[in-house]
Structure formats: structure tokens, C-alpha cells
């Protein structure tokens, strides 16, 4: 007799899927045709996170179900036009960026930060290894403390404020997101050294960093809650923003855009924008701005 049992979905392994269910790891296959109780998901595809129901006979079973999601990440894919689903169900995102090696870019956190605040994810920013120095990061940390972002510097290998990292996760789906280098396995590592996960190393040559995590991954903690980690991301496209949901994103544009001489200004070059002037007095961060107007072009 079919067993009917809901669990969620923490690896993807090709056709095959495993899924947590209470205290057991499930192996099943997935039903070609699944029957979604969202009414218009964003990209139809499994993916970690994803709560599920299986039917299971004996040993056997398959995914039937996909519950609907509270939250979703994307991206766009990679030379594509198509949404990619990075996981679902995540409630915060952990954005690790190295304090110097590899150098931390600016346009890349604004692109994670946008895509948290679309998806309703809850984003903290991570510098991991202070032990290079903070010099370099000191120079801009501030604007996003300044906007409500927290800001942690952290150490894997010293242990530096791991402990704020731990008390972060329980009862929660955290998403560990960051480019390759940055240190997001050592992290996850320190936080529970029972994930034993491989650590890679930067090239030499070009002082970029080299993938360690080839797919993503949920992962239980003994103390509760999830945590994913995600390959490192070189880039990160952003999917299906208007103008208007690109300007929320950046609350300090948000918060000057009624001041604007025209209610349809777009902050580039209008006359009489309350955006540009603040960037001109110093009042917007110009690296800022310049993320907003690439980001805008680009749809």
C-alpha cells in the first residue's frame, strides 16, 4: 500500500532526487509530470528547498507534489534569457565576500542584495578572512551599514566572530551565496565541522578563486534549521525587474525618487532629479547610483 510522505528537498542528482523527510534521507525518483499547488510558479524545476509530497511503495518512491513556495531566487541564467531558480524557501541569505583575496566587488554584492530584496530574502552581509586586513572594505562597508544592512567580519580560519554566525542559523533556511574563493565552505565548516566540506584554494595566476561546491545543497544542523550552500557565482544576472522594482531595491534611491521633478524619472539624466542631486552633494554613494544605472540598462 502507497505511503503518502511530505519532506523537502535537499540534493539534486541528476533524474534523482533526495529528500529529507523528519530524521530520513530519501533517494526517489521524480514524476515527469508533477503536479505544482502554486497556480504560476517561476520555473517549473525541482530544485533544493523545494517542499515536496512522495508516494513511496516499499522502498521505492517518486516525487508527486511541489508545495507552494514562500520565496524564490533567481537569476538569470548564464547566456540565456530563462530564469534559474538558485533555491526555494529560504528565509535569509548569508552574501560572503572575501575582505581582499579574492578582491571583493561591489557590483556583484548589489546584484545579490537586489535579487534578495525581489525575493523577499532577508541579506547580511559576510566579509570572511579579516585576518588579510579591513582596510580596503572599511573604505565602503559603511554605506550599506548606513542603509540597514547588517554587517559581520568574520575569520574561518581564527574563528573571529563565528560565534554571531552560529546564533544566526537556527530555525532558519540560510543561504550561503558568494563568488568562488570567498571562503563559504570554510565557513560552513567552522559553523559545523560534521559537513566536512572540500575547501578549495585561489589560483596564483590570476588570484581568482576555484570552485569547490559543484551543485547546490541543503544541509541539516544539529541545532536546527537548514543551511544551502551554492556554488560560487562569477556572475549574476538579474530577472524581470521593471524600473520600479529596480528602484526599491536601492532604498536610498527610493527614498529621494518622490522628490524627482517627474514621477516617471529613471535617475540617469532627467532634469530636476532629487537622486542625481543627492549623488552630486555626496549624499548617495556614486558606486551605488553606478550599480543602479547598469543594472537598469541592462533590461
Not at 548564464?78 to 526555494?88: G, K, N, V, Y
Not at 582596510?135 to 559581520?152: F, M
Not at 533556511?173 to 568562488?180: H, I, V
Not at 521593471?242 to 531595491?249: I, K, N, P, S, T
Amino acid at each position: 500500500m502507497a505511503e503518502m510522505i511530505d519532506g523537502t528537498v535537499i540534493a539534486m542528482h541528476g533524474p534523482l532526487v533526495r529528500v529529507q523527510a523528519g530524521e530520513s534521507s530519501l533517494v526517489v525518483a521524480a514524476r515527469r509530470k508533477l503536479k505544482w499547488l502554486e497556480p504560476a510558479p517561476v520555473a517549473k524545476r525541482l530544485v533544493v528547498g523545494d517542499r515536496v509530497t512522495v508516494r513511496m511503495e516499499g522502498e521505492d518512491g517518486v516525487v508527486e507534489i511541489v508545495h507552494p513556495r514562500t520565496t524564490a531566487l533567481l537569476r538569470r541564467a548564464p547566456q540565456s534569457s530563462r530564469p534559474q531558480l538558485i533555491a526555494a524557501n529560504v528565509d535569509q541569505a548569508l552574501l560572503v565576500f572575501a575582505a581582499k583575496a579574492p578582491a571583493p566587488r561591489r557590483g556583484l554584492l548589489d546584484r545579490f542584495l537586489v535579487a534578495c530584496h525581489h525575493a523577499g530574502v532577508d541579506a547580511l552581509i559576510v566579509i570572511n578572512k579579516a585576518d588579510q586586513g579591513l582596510d580596503g572594505v572599511n573604505a565602503w562597508l559603511p554605506v550599506y551599514r548606513s542603509l540597514g544592512y547588517p554587517v559581520i567580519t568574520v575569520s574561518a580560519r581564527t574563528g573571529r566572530s563565528m560565534g554571531q554566525i552560529k546564533r544566526l542559523l537556527p530555525e532558519h533556511t540560510t543561504l550561503f551565496c558568494g563568488p568562488s574563493g570567498a571562503g563559504k565552505s570554510s565557513l560552513l565548516n567552522a559553523v559545523y565541522p560534521g559537513f566536512r566540506l572540500k575547501v578549495g584554494s585561489l589560483s596564483e595566476s590570476t588570484g581568482k578563486g576555484t570552485h569547490t561546491t559543484t551543485m547546490a545543497e541543503l544541509m541539516p544542523l544539529p541545532f536546527g534549521g537548514f543551511v544551502v550552500d551554492t556554488p560560487g557565482l562569477k556572475e549574476f544576472g538579474l530577472w524581470n525587474l521593471d524600473r520600479r522594482e529596480l528602484e526599491a531595491a536601492f532604498p536610498e534611491i527610493a527614498a529621494r525618487a518622490p522628490e524627482c521633478r517627474f514621477a516617471d524619472c529613471a535617475h540617469i539624466h532627467e532634469p530636476g532629479c532629487a537622486v542625481l542631486a543627492a549623488v552630486g552633494a555626496g549624499e548617495i554613494d556614486p558606486e551605488r547610483h553606478a550599480s543602479y544605472a547598469g543594472f537598469l540598462e541592462e533590461d
